[in-house]
């Protein structure tokens, strides 16, 4: 247990299995909306990172990502599937850490699907554009650090507990477990 965890007088941890750790996932997903997305990471070098705006997260637990098939990433990719998503909803929580395994597919339905007209400024040929991919990211492991009661009663109690020289925060952490 992690020595501030200690002078916390609330169960602040919470491991997450099946439904509840896919909507944890896609509650934390869509606050961040954007992840840091890194790949090769079995290397042992330093591995890739860039942002990357998720598109969906399924109710399978699955994130969805549109790439183009030139990209570093989707190369990176092809080499080894293993990824690695990080998530920043808020300055003080809506944390996510996620593991998982990507495939990449040219599926015209799924295209369909995830397209926006935003996304014209990287595919300049539309939601036909022959340079398209879709990466999917199967979780296979993951990690969370939230509130319980959102951010104005964390900011609450934290201050409380500042007063009164005690530890009182409204934190949550736990592994997401698939």
Known sequence: MDSINKN??????????????????????????TCFFCTDLQSGGPFATRPMSVQ???DEGNFWFMSAVDSDKNVEIAGNASVQMLFQ?????DFLNVYGKAEITT????????????????????????????????????????????QGIALFKTAMGAFMGKTMDDSIEGNIKF
């Open 56 to 58: 969906e997260v399924d």
């Open 8 to 33: 916390q007088s609330e169960d602040n941890h919470k491991n997450l299995f099946g439904s509840e750790a896919v909507e944890k996932m896609q509650e934390l997903a869509e606050k961040g909306s």
């Open 107 to 150: 599926d015209k339905a799924r295209i369909e699907e995830l397209w926006e007209p935003l996304m014209k400024a990287w595919f300049t040929e539309g939601k036909d554009d022959p340079r398209i991919t879709v990466i999917k990211v199967k979780p296979t492991s993951g990690y969370y650090w939230d509130t319980k009661h959102g």
């Open 89 to 93: 909803g808020s300055k003080y929580s």
